[in-house]
């Protein structure tokens, strides 16, 4: 197997628990900005400092170890927000077992995952207090044997107060930390001398699908203070900067690098939404952000319809070599040229981190040249999350960088030579324990040498860069024998103007054969302005181009990868929270639709696919 381990670019302090990371962080920086939020929009923002941050999780921490539920089954669940860093921190500063649940979970998978977890104390969001109220009547009812006994909201004046109920279960975040602050206050210690077990589970995180699907991924403090340790050895943040948090926060990714953030004295900006994000760049001006691929795609969307609505992309095109060639000579103008562009966005980033999904290679250039340096990063949930991240040192495009410091990849490959693809294999401390309950599944998933399979397929070059090819699961064998990876087609379909996501899989013909099939999603708009038309384009015009554009595109793949049908859309795919495409559910309604209106891909091929019509 060949094989790459990480090694450090900055200094680090590492520590043993998640309690001394925050609470060294806290004291360092007591009197910076933490957290920047808003309750609503349309509210004015609130600044928590270092300082009140840690108060917040010693008070909480210390009611939790004066109460029945301290080491037992502590959930979060809700909307990002200050409330829930602060009691995922207390949860597991108190060597009790965190359960952080995504916020997206309709009423029964979350039922279920309480269930599963054996959830005792409840943290949630006040938007899922109907919710809340529901879990409690099922429980008097007899409908669930869940076990929750305390369901604590985050924002008391977030719930009507006729919607509050008479009910002792339900209790306010800040009572809670009030009653831990009075404990405090008469020289309750028991927060800062609790003995944490580092290397015992102390997180169950719930991986993306159903409730019976989905994964159980246990993690220790060692796994997560590891990871943390090796992204702050990799990347550079300072005391003071603004960092954009947008991604859910049950997710490893986001979760994680925001503890680097706040150990590094970073300051937390909590996204009002989706529909905010413009308003809330310009507002903060953040410095670094963790992100996925669509988030900064749309991003430069928007910056290309201005560029052309008002005349400038062609300025911008003539400008962009220019200003990479006097780079490369050592005069960097990007942030005086391009500074309308960087305003826009709050005039201040320096660097963007990119996982859950690869990004086209156009935007990473485009941001690049605009002076925002474009990182990628990969990882899994069962790895706490961070594997590889390129950095300003190292940055090959197409790859995920190397391994950060204490992080071992191979390649588990047949052939050989720099570019032999096998499955990705890691080996560190950020590896998980093992899958909640289930033996078999761990087993699979971690060998006997200790390597975990990641089930991504890929190959480390010359310089020690992973390249990811694709995953073992979404593999397509042909029928003659050979093998393809969507993604690597999908990346290829993605060059396509007015083309702004891929999904490609393989579907059995009417010979039982396997054709390479895509489904395009698109801006019909831009596919006009392609076409030079004033109006947008009709589905007629839609289908000649893409079928140009594909035709083009098959030509430059091997004639085993060619993609034999496609139809096109305007309807998003079905995603997880993070915004990936799930993909056995988005061919699962591919097939039912086509099954439905009694048409093959072959007959389908080129159309509209929210327009087919059943055949009588």
Excluded at 316 to 332: A, E, Y
Excluded at 382 to 408: K, Q, Y
Excluded at 430 to 439: A, K, T
Aim: aromatic letters at 8%; glycine letters at 8%; charged letters at 30%.
């Amino acid at each position: 197997m060949k094989r790459v381990s990480g090694t450090p670019l900055y200094e680090s302090t590492k520590y043993d628990n998640l309690r001394d990371l925050i609470m060294a962080g806290c004291e360092e920086h007591s009197a910076r900005d933490a957290f920047i939020f808003r309750r609503n929009p349309q509210q004015s923002e609130i600044h928590r400092s270092f300082f009140e941050f840690g108060e917040d999780i010693k008070s909480l921490g210390t009611y939790i170890l004066n109460s029945e539920f301290a080491g037992d089954r502590l959930a979060v669940v809700g909307e990002n927000s200050y409330e829930w860093f602060v009691a995922y921190n207390a949860i597991l500063d108190t060597d009790s077992i965190g359960v952080p649940l995504d916020r997206a979970l309709p009423e029964e998978e979350l039922v279920a995952l309480l269930k599963r977890s054996e959830t005792k104390f409840l943290v949630y969001h006040h938007k899922h207090h109907p919710m809340m109220l529901d879990i409690a009547r099922r429980i008097d009812e007899g409908e669930t044997d869940i076990m929750v006994r305390k369901f604590v909201v985050m924002y008391r004046e977030g719930v009507k107060d006729k919607d509050w109920p008479e009910d002792d279960r339900f209790v306010d975040f800040y009572d809670l930390v009030r009653e831990g602050k009075a404990l405090r206050d008469a020289g309750d210690d028991k927060f800062l001398t609790t003995p944490i077990n580092t290397e015992e589970a102390r997180i169950i995180l719930f991986t993306s699908g159903t409730t019976s699907m989905s994964k159980g991924v246990l993690l220790s403090h060692k796994n997560i203070t590891s990871n943390v340790h090796s992204i702050t050895q990799t990347l550079d943040v300072w005391p003071g900067d603004r960092a954009f948090s947008i991604l859910p926060l049950h997710h490893t990714f986001e979760n994680t690098c925001d503890f680097f953030i706040l150990r590094s004295g970073g300051c937390l900006c909590l996204s009002d939404g989706l529909r905010y994000i413009t308003k809330n760049l310009q507002e903060w001006g953040p410095t670094v952000c963790i992100s996925v691929p669509i988030l900064f795609e749309n991003i430069y969307s928007k910056i290309e319809d201005v560029l052309i609505k008002t005349g400038k992309d062609k300025i911008i095109s003539v400008m962009r070599p220019i200003t990479r060639f006097l780079r490369k000579c050592g005069l960097d103008v990007r942030r005086n040229v391009y500074k309308q562009i960087l305003d826009n966005l709050g005039g201040h980033f320096r660097f963007v981190v990119i996982g859950g999904a690869g990004i086209d290679k156009k935007y990473i250039d485009a941001f690049t040249d605009f002076g925002i340096d474009m990182f990628m990063g990969y990882g899994l949930t069962e790895t706490s999350p961070v594997i590889s991240v390129t950095n300003e040192l190292c940055n090959v495009p197409g790859s995920v960088g190397r391994p950060m410091a204490d992080i071992t990849v191979a390649i588990d490959a047949e052939g050989v030579g720099p570019k032999a693809v096998g499955e990705i294999l890691t080996k560190s401390d950020s590896v998980m324990l093992g899958y909640y309950r289930n033996d078999e599944a761990t087993k699979e998933a971690i060998d006997a040498d200790g390597w975990f399979h990641t089930g991504d397929m890929g190959y480390i070059d010359k310089k020690g860069c992973i390249h990811i090819t694709g995953r073992v699961k979404s593999m397509i064998v042909l029928t003659n024998g050979k093998k393809a990876f969507p993604e690597e087609i999908e990346s290829v379909i993605a060059e396509i103007k007015g083309v702004t996501e891929v999904f490609v899989w393989g579907n059995k013909n009417e010979k039982e054969a396997v054709d390479i099939c895509a489904k395009l999603l698109i801006n019909r708009a831009e596919i006009g302005r392609e076409l030079g038309l004033t109006v947008e384009p009709t589905d007629n015009e839609v289908e000649a181009y893409l079928n140009d554009k594909m035709h083009e595109a098959n030509h430059t793949m091997p004639a085993y990868k060619i993609v034999r049908n496609f139809v096109f859309s305007e309807e998003d795919m079905i995603k997880t929270t993070t915004l990936k495409i799930k993909r056995p559910k988005e061919q699962e309604h591919i097939e039912s639709r086509l099954k439905e209106c009694g048409i093959t891909m072959r007959d389908a091929n080129g159309k509209n696919f929210d327009k087919l019509i059943k055949v009588s």
